[in-house]
Each structure stands twice: as structure tokens, then as C-alpha cells.
């Protein structure tokens, strides 16, 4: 009871809330089917997700969680409630175990059904093999394939039935079942079991009774190429929980806490688990801090990028806030948490993800789809052969033969292949041009989409801080501003010192060495530059540190660090010998593919909205650069990660179908939530796993081939489902009139498998808009400062 009560909301607060893991579901509509059952209770709202297996309820006052769990076992499916509190690393280790299982089962069978269905195969389709009492040997490998193997489908079919309804699986089940049912009736009370009994190879089609027919490859081959579709799918959907596992890694491991003693304040290292609000911790330069806190001592700058999306590093000092996981860039810091655990800003960002996993609605697999409509025509067909030949003095062993054949030539091997081959095509093809799709789920989507949200920063910028403009005084040299500056800003940590570094560097080669350095908090560094025989007292940061020493900007340099903060870039001041020498420009350059990127989107159809955590003059210059319009609508700014949902949420209320295209922690909730995401394969592995495609290259123009080609993708399968039924639809009036042998079922299921083999084959020649895409390394070539004489 304790641990029940760990998982339990407090029985006082309304609306309680609860996540249930789903098992036993095997498509789309049986999480429709979980979800009615829930949603009948009194003062019970639940979604199901067949994607991540997750029921999320919520109940009433007075209602159990038991309850919920027996109502989803009473609809033939399988519930357990969270694990208890406190053993989140335990928990997630046993259930990712525990989604490895059906996985590991599922190959199983596919391994033994394989091995046991070859043979089978050859033996019925070769006349060659077929020794006497052949007929035998294949009823002993076909019949654990079928009971066995296929077992999965026979459940799920009885659960379909026992709520009359009918799926994928009531078709597979129905006539796998109705092969090696009437292959048993052939062989022990028809002449099939005769020694000598071949099945000749010729498509004559003749009435027959059909005693001296066996249908088991049938029966075995069905079986066999649906698992093995059933086991691909499956292995991908295990993967399903792994963004939230690596978004709650990102954090960091330890922490070194001060502790009183009796000579003062101590340092203790211990883990952030352990770590409670009120405490006091450590940050040395370039780790992480521990929790959400406030600043008691020390002043640095912090990169936040990776969870709010804000390209340029915060200035800190006491007093303020800071977040957990962003990174320490500058000096030491002393924090005191304030939040800790589920509480921070980091574990809110995990549930985010999560409810958009679980609120993501999933398109119903098209399999699924037309057989809720075959399955019934095909039963209603059985009935009406049966009865047409019955009544009409045919003989009851020929109306039931008619019938059987019905069902036996309806169930069609190549759906197992249909979907799998054109997949497996498609992102074999996509591999190849830098584009990684998830799963057949995701394809519905990228038919309908009309709007698709660029994040700002590392998706249509390059995320990182370039230097990106030098402007020098009147008769100064632009080398040698940048050597001076490049040489001092290269012995700080900061990243927009390091970003002129490697600014200087590319233009001027090898720095000069640097005596005296020192960083001025807040205000700037620096330092001694020895060039040759002579020194220079060099200083690099905010005009106020130049004001300081007498150094005072000239009006064009005013209007340089103005122009750079119109336009939402960072400007610092350069002087040495009592004179301001320049201003070096630093800004997250736009990646030279963006504006021919979002041309490319727009010949889709697709309208480009830019959302970024970024102030809006940024935004704006941004947008104005690669084309998108500046407006309200198509250019938000100044966007929490929370908030970045909602904008999703808001355009999709608004009818749209909206594809987001992110890379950072702060987009993972936003990818989610999205009817598409995109992740850049650049980014960060908590976006990659929150996204339905991922785009290898940090290239935006590969977005427009990934829909391109999923929508390709997408097609292929309908095609492949449209020929997979067609050729034993075609079938399915020679069988009611009685007229179907072992032969022209094994021809149904030959031709249509290869047909949508090679189909699928077609996708291998679809190619990229761009023949010659440009790596990140032409960022740098393209990124190279201007220098401007003011």
C-alpha cells in the first residue's frame, strides 16, 4: 500500500493524475478501443498513445488506480502504474528492459518461423522437392508456425472479436487459420495425405472439392513476412522513451556543496540527487551548474543555449538566477538552490516532451484502415459462397471448400511486405542524402503539412558566435586590430573572446603572445601585446573599460556599436597606447543555405514561421535576411521553451498542420508537440529522439528533400497496400466459384510480392533539389569579418 501511495496524487487535490503503461496493443485501434473503455468510467478522462504504449488518466476523488488498471485488463490489454518514487535510475533501467522483451520475443518467432517457412515454401512451389509423404514434412514445420508463430495475431483477433470489431490482424488470423484448418481436412479425410501427392505446376483453374489441395505455404508465408514487418516496427517503437532518459541526463552528475565547519565553509562533492533546496554549491569555469539557483558570490558569463535557445552568453553576478545545465563560462561561482529535482527548470522542460509524446495524436495505419473494411466484405463473401453453393444442390463439401478458399486467397502475404519494403527503401534512400525517418507513423503527417516553424538559433543560424565585422578607426591597420584583439581575447574563456579569436586567427594566422592578462568583471579584459621590440597596453570590451583609461570612441565607432545593437549583435571596443582603435562585431552568422532553403519550402506549399528565444530585433534581421516575411505571425521572438509549445498548439487550433524544424534541448517539447519535427542532426540527442525525422547535415535545404521524400515515402506505401490487396481482390471470384487451386494462391502471393518489392525499388531513384549540397565548413568560409575604414 505504501508504494501505491508513492504513485498516488494526494487524495485532497482535484483533478488526479496518473500514467499507466499499455501493453498487449498492436495497432492504432486498440488504443482507440483502451481509450473508450477508460473514458466510460465516471469522472475519468484518459488518452492512449500506441506510440510510447502510455495511458495518461485523470480521475476523481474516490476512484482507484487499481480500478483503471483492471478496466484495461478487462478489454483484453495489459496496465501497470508507475514505479514509486525515489527509484527513478532503478525504474528506468527495468523498463528499458522491459521494452526489450516483446522485442526479443517477437524475434524470436521471426527467426523460428522463418527457418521452419522456407522449406515449406520450396516444397509446395518446387515439383522437384516433392518427395513421397513431402505433404507430411510440411505440415510438421507449417503447424508451430502458424499456432505458434502467428500467435500474437490470434489473440489480438479474439480481443477484436470478443468487441466485434476488426483489424489487420482478424485478416491474417482468419486466414492463416482457414489454410491449415482445411490443409488438416485434406490430409486426414481428403486425398491429400496420399503418397505420391504433388501440387503440379500449372495455374489450370478446374472445380475441384478441393480434398487433394493443401494451402500450408500459404498459411507459413503469411505468417512469416507479417512478423518480420511486426518485428521492424516494433524495434524502432522501443526507442520511443529515450528523449526524456537523455534529456534528465544533460544535467549534471555531482555537485560540490560548502558545508559550515569549524574552520569555515568546506566543499563536499556529492550527487545532485542528494543536493537540497538551500544549499550551497561550487561552479569552477566550464561545468555545469548543478540546479535552478540564485547567485550569492562571483560573476561569470552563462551559456544557456542548450536549454533556452539564447545565442549569446548571459553576464551573471549576485543576485541572479540561473538555471541547471547551463554551462559556466567564466569565473567561479557560488549559488544557493533554489529548486531541486522534479521542481527545476530542466525536469519541467522532460514532462513538457512528455505530454507532447503523449497528446500527439497518431495516424491510424493505413493497414488497419482499409481492413476494418475488407475484413467484413471478405466474411460476407465466405457466407454467400457458402450459402449460393449449398442452395444450389453444389454439395455441402463444395460450398464449405469454396468458402475456406475465400478466406485462404483474402489474406494477402505481400501487406507484411507492403509497408517494411517501402519504409526500408525510403530510409535506405534517405541515409544516403543526410535524411533519417523514425517510422511509417510519421509519413501521414507530412502529406497535410502547410506551415513549418523554424527555430532561429543553430537551425537557420549557425549557433555559434562568428566574428562577423571589423571596423577601424581612421589610419588604422584592420591586421593589426585583429591581431592585438585576437592575442588577448584568445587567453579568456569567454565565448565571444573565443569567437574573435578564431576570427582573428582565420584572417591574420599566428597571435601574438599576451603578458599580464587580466579579466575586469563585467567590463572586459586586458593585457600586454609585445610586437617585436615594442609593447602595447592593450584593451578589449565594453567603451566604458576604454572610457576608464581616457580612451574615448570616435563618432563613427559610436555608430558602429549602435549599428550592432540595432541590429541585435554584440559590439566591443578595442584601444591600446591611449586611443580606441576599432570595433570588432560579433553575431550568430546565418548559414549561406538559409535563404535558398526557405525558397525551397515555400515551392512546397509551405508558409516559414521563425520562433526563436532571441530578442525581436534579432528575430527580425534574421528573417528580413533569408526571405521570410516580418510580421506578427510569421516572427516570434523573446519564446520560452514552454512558450514554444503553445505557439505550436496555437497554430495548430488555428487549423494548421504544422512542421517544426529545431535543434536544441529548449525545441525538444516543440518537436513533440509538432505534427512533424525536424530535428538538425547538428543538435543536441534529446531533439533528435523528440523528432520524427532527422536531418544528418546542418543544412536547412535538406528539410525541403526530407518532406519531398517522406511524402515520395508515403505514396509508395499506398501504392504497395493498393497492389498487395489488387491482385487477391482479382482472386477472390475464381475461389467463390470454386475454382481455385494450391498454385494460383501461391501465384497471388508471388506476384504481389514482387510487384511491391519493386515497387518499393523505385524509391532508390528519388533525388535531392540540391546535387552538390555545402558542408557546415562553408559557414566559416562564408562567415569571414568585413572590414569597414570608419
Known amino acids: 500500500m505504501s508504494a501505491l501511495s508513492d504513485v498516488m496524487p494526494e487524495s485532497g487535490a482535484p483533478g488526479n493524475q496518473v500514467e499507466l503503461a499499455i501493453g498487449g496493443m498492436t495497432c492504432a485501434s486498440c488504443a482507440n478501443r483502451i481509450e473508450r473503455k477508460l473514458n466510460k468510467l465516471e469522472g475519468v478522462t484518459a488518452t492512449v498513445n500506441y506510440a510510447t504504449e502510455k495511458a495518461k488518466v485523470t480521475y476523481a476523488n474516490g476512484i482507484e488506480p487499481a480500478a483503471l488498471v483492471e478496466t484495461v485488463e478487462q478489454a483484453g490489454y495489459t496496465a501497470r502504474l508507475p514505479e514509486p518514487k525515489g527509484t527513478s535510475r532503478q525504474a528506468a533501467t527495468s523498463e528499458a528492459g522491459a521494452e526489450a522483451d516483446p522485442v526479443h520475443a517477437l524475434r524470436n518467432r521471426l527467426v523460428v518461423s522463418t527457418v521452419l517457412s522456407v522449406p515449406v515454401i520450396a516444397m509446395a512451389m518446387i515439383p522437384a522437392l516433392q518427395f513421397n509423404y513431402w505433404q507430411w514434412l510440411s505440415l510438421t514445420l507449417a503447424a508451430p508456425v502458424v499456432v505458434w508463430g502467428a500467435l500474437p495475431f490470434h489473440k489480438a483477433a479474439w480481443t477484436n472479436l470478443k468487441h466485434a470489431t476488426s483489424t489487420m490482424d482478424t485478416l491474417i488470423s482468419m486466414g492463416t487459420l482457414a489454410a491449415l484448418g482445411w490443409s488438416l481436412y485434406a490430409l486426414f479425410f481428403g486425398t491429400a495425405g496420399a503418397p505420391g501427392m504433388t ?363 549602435t549599428d550592432a545593437a540595432e541590429k541585435g549583435q554584440t559590439a566591443v571596443a578595442v584601444g591600446w597606447d591611449g586611443r580606441a582603435r576599432g570595433v570588432l562585431v560579433v553575431a550568430d552568422a546565418i548559414k549561406p543555405t538559409s535563404a535558398e532553403a526557405i525558397s525551397q519550402l515555400r515551392s512546397l506549399g509551405l508558409t516559414p514561421v521563425l520562433l526563436t528565444g532571441d530578442n525581436a530585433t534579432v528575430a527580425t534581421a534574421v528573417a528580413t535576411a533569408v526571405g521570410i516575411e516580418a510580421g506578427p505571425d510569421t516572427v516570434i521572438a523573446e519564446v520560452m521553451p514552454s512558450e514554444k509549445v503553445d505557439v505550436i498548439k496555437r497554430l495548430q487550433q488555428e487549423g494548421k498542420t504544422v512542421a517544426m524544424v529545431g535543434d536544441g534541448v529548449n525545441d525538444a517539447a516543440a518537436l513533440a508537440q509538432a505534427d512533424l519535427g525536424l530535428a538538425m542532426g547538428t543538435g543536441t540527442d534529446v531533439a533528435i529522439e523528440a523528432s520524427d525525422l532527422t536531418l544528418v547535415r546542418g543544412d536547412l535545404r535538406v528539410a525541403a528533400d526530407a518532406i519531398r521524400l517522406a511524402r515520395r515515402t508515403l505514396g509508395n506505401i499506398k501504392g504497395n497496400l493498393f497492389w498487395a490487396f489488387a491482385y487477391n481482390v482479382a482472386a477472390l471470384p475464381l475461389a467463390a466459384a470454386g475454382l481455385l487451386n494450391p498454385m494460383l494462391a501461391g501465384a497471388a502471393m508471388a506476384f504481389s510480392s514482387v510487384f511491391v518489392v519493386s515497387n518499393s525499388l523505385r524509391l532508390r531513384g528519388f533525388r535531392a533539389t540540391n546535387s552538390d549540397p555545402r558542408t557546415e565548413t562553408d559557414v566559416t568560409e562564408a562567415s569571414r569579418p568585413e572590414p569597414v575604414n570608419a
Open 199 to 561: 501440387h503440379p505446376f500449372e495455374l489450370t483453374i478446374a472445380r475441384t472439392d478441393g480434398s487433394g489441395n493443401i494451402y500450408l505455404e500459404a498459411a507459413a508465408g503469411v505468417t512469416t513476412f507479417i512478423l518480420a514487418g511486426r518485428y521492424f516496427e516494433a524495434r524502432s517503437k522501443r526507442r520511443a522513451g529515450a528523449a526524456l532518459r537523455a534529456l534528465l541526463e544533460l544535467g549534471a552528475k555531482e555537485v560540490s556543496v560548502l558545508r559550515d565547519g569549524p574552520t569555515g565553509p568546506t566543499e563536499e562533492r556529492i550527487g545532485v540527487d542528494q543536493l537540497a533546496a538551500g544549499d550551497r554549491f561550487v561552479v569552477r569555469p566550464g561545468e555545469k551548474i548543478a540546479t535552478d539557483g540564485r547567485i550569492l558570490e562571483g560573476s561569470s558569463a552563462v551559456d544557456a543555449s542548450m536549454v533556452t535557445g539564447e545565442s549569446v552568453p548571459v553576464e551573471v553576478g549576485p543576485g541572479d538566477t540561473v538555471i541547471g545545465a547551463t554551462v559556466n563560462a567564466g569565473g567561479r561561482l557560488v549559488v544557493e538552490a533554489t529548486r531541486v529535482g522534479a521542481d527545476t527548470q530542466l525536469a519541467q522542460m522532460a514532462k513538457l516532451v512528455e505530454d507532447a509524446q503523449n497528446g500527439k495524436a497518431q495516424a491510424q495505419r493505413l493497414a488497419d484502415r482499409v481492413s476494418g473494411i475488407f475484413v467484413p466484405i471478405v466474411i460476407g463473401l465466405a457466407v454467400a459462397t457458402f450459402g449460393f453453393w449449398a442452395g444450389t444442390g453444389g454439395g455441402i463439401a463444395a460450398a464449405f471448400t469454396a468458402a475456406v478458399a475465400v478466406l485462404i486467397i483474402a489474406c494477402p502475404c505481400a501487406l507484411g511486405l507492403a509497408t517494411p519494403t517501402a519504409l526500408m527503401v525510403g530510409t535506405g534512400r534517405g541515409a544516403q542524402l543526410g535524411i533519417l525517418i523514425k517510422g511509417p507513423e510519421v509519413l501521414e503527417s507530412t502529406r497535410k503539412v502547410d506551415t513549418i516553424v523554424l527555430d532561429k538559433t543553430g537551425t537557420v543560424t549557425t549557433g555559434q558566435m562568428t566574428l562577423v565585422r571589423t571596423v577601424v578607426a581612421d589610419g588604422e591597420d584592420v591586421d593589426e586590430l585583429l591581431r592585438f584583439a585576437g592575442a588577448l581575447e584568445n587567453a579568456s574563456e569567454h565565448p565571444i573572446a573565443q569567437a574573435i579569436a578564431k576570427g582573428a586567427a582565420a584572417q591574420v594566422g599566428d597571435l601574438p603572445a599576451v603578458e599580464d592578462f587580466a579579466n575586469i568583471e563585467g567590463l572586459g579584459v586586458q593585457g600586454i601585446i609585445v610586437d617585436g621590440e615594442v609593447s602595447h597596453a592593450v584593451l578589449v570590451g565594453r567603451p566604458r573599460l576604454l572610457a576608464e583609461w581616457s580612451q574615448h570612441l570616435t563618432p563613427p565607432l559610436e555608430a558602429a556599436m
